[in-house]
């Protein structure tokens, strides 16, 4: 019985895990490109559910053959989203380059305060339900004490999108220029990179991957509302920070640490420590080892 | 004409954003869609304008302009208006007065409404130390103003202590806080220090929530006695006049003592590590001293402004301390002007009594905060009022005279 | 420098803002709770009600020959906002208050409307200290309050249910923490057994942790105290889980929202209720005006408001004026047809009249149990 507790716990950590290091990519593509906390990122992840609820809502109504429409609605979240991501670089980030550190940062805060109002004002302060299109999987029926289809198919989409954000990355041209702009901005512009061109792709990537977890987890959750990405985007920044910022397989292991820390806490302790944990986490790694678990000491340059 | 192209392709490529979540109205009950186009339409026209403004603002910026240019005259004129001593000694006379008789010719309300905006006068102040003079970003200042409400409350309810007494506990309960989160992050950069100030807000809060023995959890305090004054019993319209004296002669004695540690050592050193940690340290700045008083400093004001609160509420819950009335002070603190205490206080009173005035405005009250945030950092990043500093000339390089302030 | 402009600016800003309001001759009605901000949705239909009730007196020549006007306050749920809001009231001299809507800021607004001597009535501040500590003699609410919904849940799953061993699950507010709190110690003196008495995240992204929990914890029936959004999500959670154990909650849950939420999820769930009065010719009334006025079935704590609009409008014709005294004896004394039936207020200040009941969600909608209990 208790191993199977373990087990049960272990996979809701699994999922809840997948979820951090989905958001959690976005901090730290941004973070390793431009040395930036994008406080709004969360709110991303919250729109990326927005808009999949509401062009779900327009497809079903009109008619839409069921078994597309979670496609659909995912993919039209996913595009609007990265038009976001990128909008919100163009605006609120970009002119001011080269502005004290702190100036982003504000900026970045401010970002996410309209964000959450917008949504509300726009639309509601309600908790909106989020419709079931998720099929039923019958071959997950045996394993069903420790994972349902909304785990399912979160494991299996998360898994994919890092795998296949890691190729790019390695593998292909503009994934190797993210990585020399990273390392050394100047001279990644001497080698004929354009900078501005891979922050901003940087940030519609970012986004692009927050809008799919908050559309996976709108379905896990079935519901939405506007306040939902402070928390998840702050838990996500802390998986962030606890894999080593800047570092992309740092990301998913933060991610599935805190997930399966605080699945575990909640399981052989008390819920109500769930987001002390978290928080204390995020002090006690930016305080005694802000570099991370996989991330690089770096030297403070002057 | 480029301009305005641009600006059309701006409210084109906004109107395309915006159309799931502006445009699209669900009905989710019984399954219909509205679609808004009206308000996308309007969307376009203000993006349109905004692109227009923005453009206009950015060519200015690049061609280190100011935004606004004074008609001819106009701007010698002020500077000749504002440099003439009596006349700023009369402002001030006016804004006193005024500050005095305010409860006794206004509405009780109106009475209400001013402690409140005072109340977040006195915090932007406490959080201008740390952010304006320090460059220390602090997102969990709130958990300081909790802690003061808290030790009043707490001290109430389980020993029976009265105002009087509990607000230097609480203003010294709030600074053992503030030590307790600046020894720690010292080594920490800006972004960093940032993030884990908020952390420790939000831990602050979620004890308070959890820790019900002690706190109440989330059912808070209720029936936290108002300030006495010798023991005199006083009706709700004396006392909320009375709260209100308190706290102007709070927000007067903050008002002093920061615009004395501004040009003080510790003042001085302050702004030093703002502008650049690493050459303070050079010179010789005791840096760990300077960060924690700082800290000290700044949570002092917060537990006092708490203690207020308390006594003026009556009542306290952990949701009075959120993360989002961190960010409200912050934004004050950004508007007015980082380390401009003229600034700040104006940016509280703004950003306080505007929406209490102006009943329609208060719906879009945090989306104009939010706003307030992005676009001051943009363009004028210095805030409404830039914080002056004391310059020194050496006047043995510079003749014999005029050795004072430029 | 510049500041003596800049104390110039600061001063001309002041002086403008507090020109004083003009006032009118009516008869006002305050109405304070969350009409904007993230609660608005528990606040706005109330402010309805009491305008529609108002707007129906008005259309028959007012009350006392006066017309009868509404002054609305915003407190977004804040207890910070809350004082304020109340003290705006106060200095419109209102004659009565509808509101606050949230206990916090009810309990933050209390004092004030205790020195001003004037009347408040809650439509939906549920926290049972408001009436039970006979610190507020002039507080109202046409609610039941968290004591009473506790009282049936209790005695339901004791003696209906014949539960055993319970788990409470909440959402660490003070209406779900209350509700919890209160079960927990009813139910532990009926004999039952706690095996899990836990505080859930609202905002996490996944239940899975504390669901599974709850199926090692093996209870009888799960006792759920908090609003309907959470109780949806673990809901789905413990039947993804097939965790099939029954789930009882407090009348935040019971929402037409909650069961599209859940779908056929919710199948079997129980929740404290008042008793069904949609028949009566009052209840009809208050839902056509709202129809008519807004396109829409009406809100949270609509019913509650209208009704504690129709007490007061009551009370006042009775006694002829706004004599704060007389008004707290006519609130007591006489009886007012109400969509919530006919309501009169005990010593304390609760309604009494009201009934409630445990509904149970079957075929997809709530359905009314055999099992309620009437307030005194």
Known sequence: MDIQFFIELFFGGLTRGSIYALIALGYTLVYGIIELINFAHGEIYMLGAFTALLVAGVLGVYGFPVGGILIVAALAAVIWCAAYGYTLEKVAYKPLRGAPRLSPLISAIGMSIFLQNYVLLAQTSDFVPFPRLLPEMEFLEYVNYVMGPSDFLILLVSTLAMVSLSLFIRYTRMGKAMRATAQNRKMALLLGINADRIISLTFIIGSGLAALGGVLIASHMGQVNFGIGFLAGLKAFTAAVLGGIGSIPGAMVGGLVLGLAESFTTGYFSGNYEDILAFGILILILIFRPDGILGKAKVQKV | ?406 | MKKGMTWLAAMAFCVTLTAPALAAESLKIGVQGAHSGDLASYGVPSLNAAKLVVDEANAKGGVLGQKVEVIAQDDQCKPEMATNAATKLISDKVAVVIGPICSGPTKAALPLFQEANLISVSPTATTPGLTEDGKNPLFFRTVANDNAQARLTSDFMLNKLKAKKIAYLHDNGDYGKGFADNNRVLMEKGGAETVLFEAVTPDAVDFSAVVRKLRRAKPDIVVFGGYQPVASKLIQQMRRDRLTTPFIGPDGVKDETFLKMTGKDSEGVYASYPKDTSTLPEYKKAREAHVKAYGSEPGFGYYNAYAAAQCLLAAIEKTGGTDTAKLKEALRANPVETPLGKLSFNEKGDAAGMALSIYQVKNGKFVELDHSITLQ
């Open chain 2, 1 to 406: 004409m480029r301009r305005i192209l641009k600006a059309v392709l701006t409210a084109i490529w906004f109107m395309a954003l915006t159309l799931p979540v502006m445009g699209i109205k669900l009905n989710t009950l019984d399954q219909t869609v509205q679609w808004r186009f009206d308000r996308i339409l309007w969307l376009g026209a203000g993006v349109f304008a905004l692109a227009v403004i923005w453009d206009w603002c950015f060519s200015r910026k690049a061609r280190g302009l100011p935004l606004l240019r004074l008609p001819k005259g106009w701007g010698a004129g002020l500077r000749n208006l504002s440099g003439r001593p009596h006349l700023k000694t009369g402002g001030l006379a006016i804004l006193t007065l005024f500050m005095l008789v305010m409860p006794l010719t206004s509405s009780f309300y109106q009475t209400n409404i001013m402690i409140s905006a005072l109340l977040y006068v006195m915090l932007a102040l406490g959080l201008n130390i740390v952010v304006g003079l320090a460059g220390q970003l602090v997102l969990g200042y709130v958990a300081f103003y909790a802690v003061g409400a808290y030790a009043y409350g707490l001290l109430y309810q389980f020993l029976g202590w009265g105002f009087w007494a509990c607000l230097p506990v609480g203003g010294i309960l709030a600074v053992l806080f503030g030590l307790a989160l600046g020894f720690p992050v010292l080594r920490l950069r800006g972004d960093y220090l940032a993030i884990v100030t908020l952390g420790f807000g939000e831990i602050v809060r979620l004890a308070l929530q959890n820790w019900t023995s002690l706190t109440g959890g989330p059912r808070g305090i209720s029936d936290i006695p108002r300030p006495g004054f010798f023991g005199l019993e006083m009706d709700i319209n004396a006392s909320t006049t009375y709260v209100y004296y308190l706290v102007l002669a709070a927000v007067v004695i903050t008002i002093i003592m920061i615009s004395r540690l501004k040009n003080s050592r510790v003042g001085l050193a302050l702004q030093a590590l703002r502008e650049d940690e690493i050459a303070c340290e050079a010179m010789g700045i005791d840096i760990t001293r300077v960060k924690l008083s700082a800290f000290a400093l700044g949570s002092c004001w917060a537990g006092f402004a708490g203690v207020i609160f308390a006594a003026k509420t009556t009542y306290i819950n952990p949701s009075s301390f959120t993360f989002m009335e961190s960010a409200m002070i912050l934004s004050m603190v950004v508007l007015g002007g980082m380390g401009s205490i003229a600034g700040v206080v104006i940016a509280a009173m703004i950003l306080i009594l505007a929406p209490e005035y102006l009943r329609a405005f208060s719906e879009y009250r945090m989306l104009i905060f939010g706003a307030i945030m992005v676009i001051m950092m943009i363009f004028r990043p210095q805030g409404l009022i830039s914080g002056e500093r004391r310059r020194y000339r050496i006047s043995a390089l510079h003749g014999a005279h005029n050795g004072g302030r430029a």
